[in-house]
């Protein structure tokens, strides 16, 4: 039973770039959220998806969308990035957002 | 709001001594707590949580964690470290109900010493 992909693992862009992120969700979730966790730090929520919708956002600006797809999949976009955008971007998926969460490995992101 | 101050940032023990980390939370509401563990350049793994049934949770690897309300407290321990404990520890709080995000601490790496 594959638990949660995500991809790329890694990636290097330039500031002022956009940059898409993927996630699949674990078999049976139907929940996505996405955390950013800077170097040395702990995870910060970004926003939940879903039934393909915002449900819940954090403290990020709107340079950070996302999408839900029919199949619970799911994409984070962010725009215009900055050098401070660099971290790890976790996925983690949850059945009805509840319970505990099932995480991936993390797309690590770097901005030049 | 919920926070999570999780007290000391590095912990080292000797194999097969106790593994003791402590957390503590701030909740307006009966909270959902969590510990995670994360390996270098890996993701999350779920450790134990505590939803509201007994307080003292056992989770994986050996580890368990005792919920007390009244100390706000939520400590991860462990009876005999293992090398393979070495990791970065996270506790983390939901206040379920139309909450769904989790809040993190700051993690506690942890060392382990032959």
């Known amino acids: 039973d594959a638990g949660v992909t995500q991809s790329p693992t890694h990636l290097i862009k330039t500031r002022g770039q956009q940059v898409t992120l993927r996630c699949s969700p674990k078999?049976?979730?139907?929940?996505v959220s996405w955390y950013q966790q800077a170097l040395g730090q702990g995870p910060q929520f970004i926003f939940q998806?879903?039934?393909?919708?915002?449900?819940q956002r954090g403290n990020f600006p709107d340079r950070f969308s996302g999408h839900q797809f029919p199949n619970y999949s799911s994409e984070l976009n962010v725009n215009a990035l900055l050098l401070g955008d660099s971290a790890l971007y976790l996925c983690a998926s949850s059945f009805l957002g509840r319970d505990g969460y099932t995480f991936g490995s993390g797309t690590r992101l770097t901005v030049v | 709001a919920q926070s999570v101050t999780q007290l000391g940032s590095h912990v080292s023990v000797s194999e097969g001594a106790l593994v003791l980390l402590r957390c503590n939370y701030s909740?307006?509401?009966?909270?959902?707590l969590f510990w995670y563990v994360q390996y270098p350049n890996q993701g999350l793994q779920l450790l134990l949580k505590?939803?509201?049934?007994?307080?003292l949770v056992k989770g994986i690897n050996g580890f368990e964690a005792e919920f007390k309300k009244s100390e706000t407290s939520f400590h991860l321990t462990k009876p005999s470290a293992h090398m393979s404990d070495a990791a970065e520890y996270f506790c983390?709080?939901?206040?379920?109900?139309?909450?769904?995000?989790?809040?993190f601490g700051a993690g506690t790496t942890v060392t382990v010493r032959a």
């Open positions: 505590y939803t509201s049934a007994a307080t």
């Open positions: 983390a709080v939901s206040e379920g109900s139309n909450d769904y995000k989790l809040s």
């Open positions: 998806y879903y039934e393909e919708e915002e449900r």
């Open positions: 909740s307006s509401v009966p909270p959902y």
């Open positions: 078999s049976g979730h139907d929940t």
